[in-house]
C-alpha cells in the first residue's frame, strides 16, 4: 500500500459537514418504527424475567418460601443463588477483571451467594410466560434475610475513611502534585476555605435498562442490550460466559439516554443471559425505574473541602483539594475532580486527596462529566468567592487565572479557545451590565442574580474500526459497531461519511448498533463522535487507496500508469492532482472492472492516539490517558452564563435566562451539537436546583426511586437557552479535529446557577442541590 499518497484533504472537504442536518433517525423514531431493546418481541417462546431484589442492604439470605410464587399461573422458573447457572468468570478475580476490560464497573456479581451487601440486591429471578405472570409470583415469593446495621455513606463516623490504591494521600488517578500547597496557602494573602457537598444523583434516562438474551445455539448468544457500548458488552459477556468473543453478539439500535449508566456491563445483563440458559427460551428483562435506582450506579454522594490561596490581585498561589465520598464494599471507585481541579487555572502550588468510605451501596459510576461536574461546582464556586473578597469581575479573575499551557503537564493546548467562550458569552448575556455589588437587584418581589463559571471537557483517547462500502450506483453503507444514545450519532457519521466518500448524505446508509460489525469504543467519555468519525475517515482512505490502485493499472483509466502519490480523490472523482481534468468519477472505474461496489476499512485514532500516531510515538495503553504520552494537551472549553430569580418569601429559583458559549472543535452538526449543550446544561441546573436520591441513614436504603420523587428538570423548569459554539480548528485531535461535547455543558453549570443565587440573595450556598429550604 502506498502510504505517501494524500488521497484527499485534510481534512476533508466539507460539504455536509457542519451543516444543520436534521436527524436521519427522526422518522423511525417519531412513527415508533425505531426499535429499542426490550422491543425485540419476535423472538419464539421469549419468555419474561422480573428480578426480586432485597429491601435489605446488609445481610444474609437464610431461606426462602417459594410455594405461593410457584403455584401462581405461568411461572417457569425461580432462580436463586442455589440454582442459577454459575457464569465461567467474575469481576471478583484479577483475572476476571482482565478478561472484561474497561466494560467492568462493579466487580461483584449478585446470586452467587447468600450474602446480601446493598440494598436493591438480586436475590431471585422469577421467569414466567408473561411479565404480569412473572411480577405476580415474585410479589409471592417471599426471601428471609438476617439483617446487619449497614453503613449508609461516608457521613457515618462508624465507617473507617481510607485512601484509594493503599496511597496515603493520593488521589485515586495519581494526580500529580506539584509546589508546596499547604505552605503556599498559608503564606496567600487572600484565602478562600470551603466545604461543599453533592447529594447521591442518578442519571434516570427516560428508556430503563432493558436485556433480552437469546441462546441461537448452547455456545452462540444474541442479546439485545440497551447499552453505550456493544463492543465492550460483546467483550464481558464472552468473557464472563465463557465464550469465544464472535459467539456473542449484541444489539443495541437506539437508546433512549444513558448519560454513562448504560456504559459498563452491569449484573442484569449476565443474570438475564444465565437465565435464558437455565430455561431454554429467549428472556426479556426491563428494570422496572425503582430497580434503575440500584442497578445500574449512580453518582456518589461525595464533600468536597477546597482551600485557594491567591495575590491580591486575585492570582492563584495556591489550589488545596480533599474529596471524600462512598464507594461499595468491592470497588475503589471514585470521581476523579482532581483531575479538573489541577488543570483548569494557572497555579503553582497544587495537590489532591481523596477519601473513600465502603458503604452498602452498589459501585457508583461515571454520569456526565465523572468529576469534573461536582468537581467544577466546589472550584468555580470558590473563585467566585475570591472575586467578591478581591471585589474583581468573575470573569475578570478567570481570565487573571487563564492557564496559557496545561498547568498540570506543562504540555501546549492542543487548542483552546476558553477566552472567546468568556466573551462571547458575556457579549450574548450583556454582562457588562452586572452591577458588582450582591443582593441589590430586583423585580418585584424576586430577586436577580448573575453568575457565571467556566466548563471543561477532556478529549479523551479512543480508537476503533469502520467499515465503508461504495456502490458503483452512487450510494454506501457505512458501518461501525457504535451506539447512538439519541444524541445524533446516527445523524452526525452520515455526514462524516457522506463528504468522505463525496457524496450526498441521502446516500449514505449509516449502520451501527451490533457488535457484528466493525469494532469500536463506547459512546462515553464524550469520544463517540471523535472516535467513528476518525474511523470512517480511515476506511474511506482505505478505499480511495483501493481505487487509486485499480486506476493507475488499469489501462482504459485516464490515470493509467500515474503514481499513487499524484492521485487526489475530489467528492468522489480520482484526479491527477498537477492537472485535475485527467481523471475519473468512481462509478466508471467500478464498473469497468466489473465491481458493484467496493469496501474500505479503516482503525481510526482519536485524542492523544491519533497524534502519537502521526508523529510516530506510540500509543497511550489506556484510553483515557489523553495527552499523557503526546506532546498536547487535549481539552474542550466552555463557559455559562445565567440569570436566576429567587422568591425571597418561598426559596424557589427560577432559572430566567441562560448562555452557553462552547469551543468543542469541529462541530459536525450546529443542530445536533446545540441540543446536546441544551441536555447537558439542563442536567446541570438538574443536579443544582433538584436531583438528589437519599439514601436513609440507618438502613441504607433509597427513600424517593421514583421519577415522582427524584425531581429531573422539565420544560417548564428551563428558559429559552443560548447556545454558541466557537469556531476552532484543531490538528491534534484528528484529521476532523473534532473534540466531542457529550459532556462539557453539565460541567461549571451547578457553580454558574449558585453564583447567580449569590449574587441575587448574598447566600453562599455550598450543598447540591440547592432546594428551597437551604436558599431561605
Ligand atoms: Mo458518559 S458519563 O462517559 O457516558
Not at 170 to 195: C, H, L, N
Request: glycine share 10%; with cysteine.
Amino acid at each position: 500500500m502506498d502510504t505517501e499518497s494524500t488521497f484527499f484533504e485534510n481534512p476533508p472537504q466539507t460539504v455536509a459537514v457542519g451543516q444543520p442536518l436534521s436527524r436521519v433517525d427522526g422518522r423511525a423514531k417519531v412513527t415508533g418504527a425505531a426499535k429499542y431493546s426490550a422491543e425485540y418481541n419476535h423472538l419464539p417462546g421469549m419468555v419474561h424475567a422480573v428480578i426480586k431484589t432485597s429491601d435489605v442492604a446488609k445481610g444474609r439470605v437464610t431461606g426462602f418460601d417459594l410455594s405461593a410464587a410457584q403455584r401462581e399461573p405461568g411461572v417457569l422458573a425461580i432462580l436463586t443463588h442455589q440454582n442459577l447457572p454459575k457464569p465461567a468468570l467474575t469481576a471478583e478475580t484479577k483475572e476476571g477483571k482482565e478478561a472484561i476490560g474497561y466494560s467492568v464497573q462493579m466487580t461483584f456479581m449478585p446470586l452467587q451467594s447468600d450474602q446480601i451487601f446493598y440494598a436493591g440486591q438480586p436475590v431471585a429471578i422469577v421467569v414466567a410466560d408473561t411479565l404480569e405472570h412473572a411480577q405476580q409470583a415474585a410479589a409471592k415469593l417471599r426471601v428471609s434475610i438476617a439483617a446487619e446495621a449497614p453503613i449508609a455513606s461516608y457521613q457515618d463516623t462508624k465507617a473507617p475513611r481510607y485512601n484509594p490504591g493503599g496511597k496515603p494521600d493520593a488521589d485515586a488517578e495519581g494526580t500529580k502534585r506539584r509546589g508546596k500547597a499547604a505552605e503556599a496557602f498559608a503564606a496567600a494573602p487572600a484565602q478562600v476555605t470551603a466545604t461543599y457537598s453533592h447529594a447521591t444523583n442518578h442519571h434516570s434516562p427516560m428508556e430503563p435498562s432493558a436485556t433480552i438474551a437469546h441462546w441461537e445455539a448452547a455456545d452462540r448468544l444474541t442479546v439485545y442490550d440497551a447499552t453505550q457500548g456493544v463492543s465492550w458488552q460483546q467483550r464481558a459477556l464472552s468473557a464472563i460466559l465463557g465464550l469465544p468473543q464472535d459467539q456473542v453478539r449484541v444489539i443495541t439500535k437506539y437508546l433512549g439516554g444513558g448519560f454513562g449508566c448504560k456504559g459498563p456491563i452491569w449484573p442484569h445483563s449476565v443474570l438475564t443471559a444465565l437465565t435464558a440458559k437455565a430455561v431454554g427460551r429467549p428472556v426479556k428483562l426491563v428494570l422496572t425505574r425503582p430497580q434503575m435506582f440500584t442497578s445500574v450506579g449512580h453518582r456518589e454522594d461525595q464533600e468536597q473541602t477546597l482551600r485557594l490561596g491567591a495575590t491580591k490581585q486575585g492570582k492563584l498561589l495556591a489550589l488545596l483539594h480533599e474529596k471524600t465520598s462512598t464507594t461499595s464494599p468491592w470497588d475503589d471507585y471514585a470521581e476523579t475532580n482532581s483531575k479538573f481541579m489541577g488543570m483548569l487555572y494557572q497555579c503553582p502550588n497544587f495537590e489532591a486527596t481523596t477519601k473513600l468510605v465502603k458503604g452498602n451501596v452498589m459501585t457508583p459510576t461515571w454520569m456526565r462529566a465523572p468529576g469534573e461536574a461536582p468537581g467544577s461546582f466546589a472550584l468555580e464556586s470558590s473563585m467566585d468567592d475570591l472575586a467578591y473578597q478581591l471585589g474583581l469581575d468573575p470573569v475578570q479573575i478567570r481570565l487573571v487565572n487563564h492557564a496559557d499551557k496545561d498547568p498540570a503537564t506543562g504540555q501546549p493546548w492542543s487548542s483552546k479557545s476558553l477566552k472567546q467562550c468568556y466573551q462571547r458569552g458575556a457579549e450574548l448575556f450583556g454582562w457588562s451590565k452586572r452591577n458588582p455589588k450582591n443582593g441589590l437587584t430586583r423585580d418585584g418581589k424576586y430577586l436577580v442574580g448573575w453568575g457565571m463559571a467556566t466548563a471543561t471537557y477532556p478529549v479523551n483517547d479512543s480508537q476503533g474500526n469502520a467499515r465503508v462500502r461504495l456502490f458503483a450506483d452512487g450510494h454506501a453503507v457505512v458501518q461501525v459497531a457504535a451506539t447512538d444514545l439519541g444524541t445524533g450519532t446516527y445523524t452526525v457519521i452520515t455526514q462524516v461519511a457522506a463528504d468522505c466518500l463525496g457524496i450526498a448524505p441521502d446516500k449514505v446508509r449509516f449502520e451501527l448498533g451490533d457488535s457484528a460489525l466493525p469494532t469500536t469504543n463506547i459512546s462515553g467519555g464524550s469520544m463517540g463522535a471523535g472516535t467513528f468519525a476518525s474511523s470512517v475517515y480511515t476506511a474511506a482512505q482505505d478505499l480511495w487507496q483501493k481505487l487509486t490502485k485499480m486506476a493507475v493499472t488499469d489501462a482504459k483509466s485516464p490515470l493509467f500508469r500515474a503514481k499513487p502519490a499524484e492521485v487526489e480523490v475530489v467528492k468522489g472523482r480520482l484526479q491527477l492532482k498537477a492537472n485535475p481534468a485527467k481523471g475519473e468519477d468512481f462509478a466508471a472505474l467500478m464498473k469497468r472492472g466489473s465491481l458493484t461496489d467496493l469496501e474500505g476499512f479503516g482503525q481510526g485514532k482519536y485524542g492523544a492516539g491519533y497524534e502519537a500516531a502521526q508523529s510516530g510515538a506510540p500509543a497511550p495503553a489506556k484510553p483515557d490517558d489523553a495527552g499523557k504520552e503526546s506532546g498536547h494537551a487535549m481539552y474542550s472549553f466552555g463557559a455559562h452564563f445565567c440569570e436566576v430569580r429567587v422568591d425571597p418569601e418561598l426559596g424557589t429559583v427560577r432559572i430566567t435566562k441562560w448562555v452557553s458559549v462552547v469551543a468543542g472543535g469541529r462541530i459536525l452538526n450546529p443542530k445536533t451539537a446545540r441540543s446536546q449543550v441544551l441536555g447537558g446544561a439542563t442536567m446541570g441546573i438538574g443536579a443544582a436546583l433538584m436531583e438528589q436520591t437519599v439514601r436513609d441513614p440507618n438502613l441504607a436504603r433509597y427513600t424517593n426511586a421514583s421519577l415522582a420523587d427524584y425531581h429531573v428538570p422539565v420544560n417548564a423548569d428551563i428558559p429559552d437557552m443560548t447556545v454558541e459554539f466557537i469556531d476552532e480548528h484543531d490538528p491534534y485531535i484528528n484529521a476532523l479535529g473534532v473534540k466531542g461535547i457529550g459532556e462539557i455543558a453539565i460541567v461549571g453549570t451547578a457553580a454558574a446557577v449558585g453564583n447567580a443565587i449569590f449574587h441575587a440573595t448574598g447566600r453562599r450556598l455550598r450543598s447540591l442541590p440547592m432546594t428551597p429550604d437551604k436558599v431561605l
